[in-house]
């Protein structure tokens, strides 16, 4: 069992940066994949990046490539996305997301998924606006 939880969403403005944090609580979570995925009102759950539990693999949707990344400090249980040129379609609840799957040699059509990811935390709102 995994317990996540998310902080530093907060509101800001266009070409901001921010960086949100996940800490994991639980055995072997430095094992785990680890992803970063967001929500906004009226739209499906999307995906925004993912981790390898080593750190050496990571994965990004396009529309944050360049400008979102993504890392881990297993030491300290802790996941992070930093975030940058902040967009107001930027603006979502932003989850992260566990698995204890091997992100790298998995399915390129799972692994960007909802359904791959076991543990979810609650999420943190990120709000972009002039």
């Known amino acids: 069992q995994v317990h996540l939880v998310e902080s530093g969403g907060r509101l800001v403005q266009p070409g901001e940066s921010l960086r949100l944090s996940c800490a994991g609580s639980g055995r072997n979570f430095g094992s785990y994949a680890m992803g970063w995925f967001r929500q906004a009102p009226g739209k499906e759950r999307e995906f925004v990046a993912a981790?390898?539990?080593?750190?050496?693999?990571?994965l990004y949707a396009d529309s944050v490539k360049g400008r979102f990344t993504i890392s881990r400090a297993n030491i300290k249980n802790t996941i992070y996305l930093q975030m940058a040129s902040l967009k107001l379609e930027d603006t979502a609840v932003y989850y992260c997301?566990?698995?204890?799957?091997?992100?790298?040699?998995?399915?390129?059509?799972?692994?960007?998924?909802?359904?791959?990811?076991?543990?979810w935390g609650q999420g943190t709102q990120v709000t972009v606006s002039s």
């Open positions: 981790i390898a539990w080593s750190g050496n693999f990571t």
């Open positions: 997301a566990a698995d204890p799957s091997d992100i790298a040699s998995a399915s390129t059509h799972s692994r960007d998924t909802v359904s791959f990811y076991d543990y």
